[in-house]
């Protein structure tokens, strides 16, 4: 499918309704909770060596700081009130913190991303591999690192122009993993042009079931003691997938290679 097709489809879509929508995402999440648990932690597992990465510098200075109090103590000096950073290690510190949120937004795209055509598989009763990894295959793997920079990007300018530009921008940003899912080999200015469009059409109808799904997942996490917000994580993803359904569909050849392209 073009990107004039998908352009022209998105422009004379009908109006949707709220309660269908959601309904359907209740019915879809019965088929794919066990999917979106994975998805869910693998992105966590996969995160924290990611984390450490900035931790275990922060820890290592916290236990420099304690040794030369110790020994300022005992050698009748005033302890220092607290680490101070030089100009080099701010920049390195900032610049290792850059590249950690690079990387996971980009595990977060990617995986679901993957989760989206998982989600198609289950939906239509499809046969075909659940690949997790799908998009950091060596074809996609650039794209995938380009198309959450490119929305780190866009999520940090609207926060930068007093934030509520960014309550704006969630809404397309949440299609730029759908678009991204079914349609990779895209150009990364077609995916946000397309995701834009979305956005922009069905923006008032999206904010809310992202919202309420996202309000509602948490509530019922909450209530299977804390570790249940793990499985409903995923009910909050599901909206945008509908909603692209509904409007834009799957064109079989474009959005689903066989399955000996996969492997």
Known sequence: MTTPEILQRIQN?????????FNQSIDLFKKVWVQGLITVLLNMLLAIPLVMIIYIPLIFMGVMDSINSAVAESNGYAAANGPELGPLAMIGMFVIYSIV????????????????????LKDFDEMGKEDYFYFFKRQYLSKTF?????????ALLATLLCFLPLIYAIVPLSYV???????????????????????????????????????????????????????????????????????????????????????
């Open 177 to 263: 993993y759908v678009v991204y899912a079914f349609n990779p080999d895209m150009s990364l200015s077609d995916i946000f042009k397309l995701s834009f469009e979305l956005g922009n059409k069905k923006w008032l109808l999206t904010f809310g079931l992202l919202i309420f799904c996202g309000l509602l997942a948490g509530i019922v996490g909450f209530i299977l003691c804390f570790v249940g917000v793990y499985v409903t994580q995923s009910f909050s993803y599901l909206p945008p997938y509908l909603i692209y359904k509904d409007v834009v569909g799957f064109d079989e050849e474009s959005t689903l290679p066989k399955l000996e392209e996969q492997n």
């Open 146 to 154: 380009l198309v959450a920079i490119t929305s780190m990007g866009i």
């Open 101 to 120: 949120a690079v990387a996971m937004s980009t595990l977060a795209l990617g995986l679901r991303s993957a989760f989206y055509r998982i989600c198609k």
């Open 13 to 21: 879509a009908k109006p949707l309704d709220f309660s269908s929508i």
